[in-house]
């Protein structure tokens, strides 16, 4: 089992910034992908970012490349959003998830092994 934990929503005009952190925990030697999904009210979920854990690649949505980074710290089984230039549509239930190594599923395909409670990103305009 993995545990993730999320902090760091908020409410931020347009323009600002906020940074969101998800803390892994259990079996964390297991995992093979980490990202981040939002949704908004009315509208299905939908793929943020994600990084290879081991390798580091990351991967971004086209809605959010060049505002939104994300990295990881291995040693503190942490991911970062930094999230940047925000805009009243980046409002949604932002949530963290994970895949495991040799799983069946893949964040690049929507799909995930554990999911984190969700937090608020709001943007005001």
């Known amino acids: 089992q993995v545990q993730l934990v999320e902090s760091g929503g908020g409410l931020v005009q347009a323009g600002g910034s906020l940074r969101l952190s998800c803390a892994a925990s259990?079996?964390?030697?297991?995992?093979?992908?980490m990202g981040w999904f939002r949704q908004a009210p009315g509208k299905e979920r939908e793929f943020v970012a994600g990084?290879?854990?081991?390798?580091?690649?990351?991967y971004y949505a086209d809605s959010v490349k060049g505002r939104f980074t994300l990295s990881g710290d291995n040693a503190k089984d942490t991911v970062y959003l930094q999230m940047n230039s925000l805009k009243p549509e980046d409002t949604a239930v932002y949530y963290c998830?994970?895949?495991?190594?040799?799983?069946?599923?893949?964040?690049?395909?929507?799909?995930?092994?554990?999911w984190g409670q969700g937090t608020q990103v709001t943007v005001s305009s």
């Open positions: 998830a994970a895949t495991l190594v040799g799983g069946s599923y893949n964040i690049l395909r929507n799909k995930a092994d554990y």
């Open positions: 259990g079996r964390t030697f297991s995992v093979y992908q």
């Open positions: 990084i290879s854990w081991n390798g580091g690649s990351t």
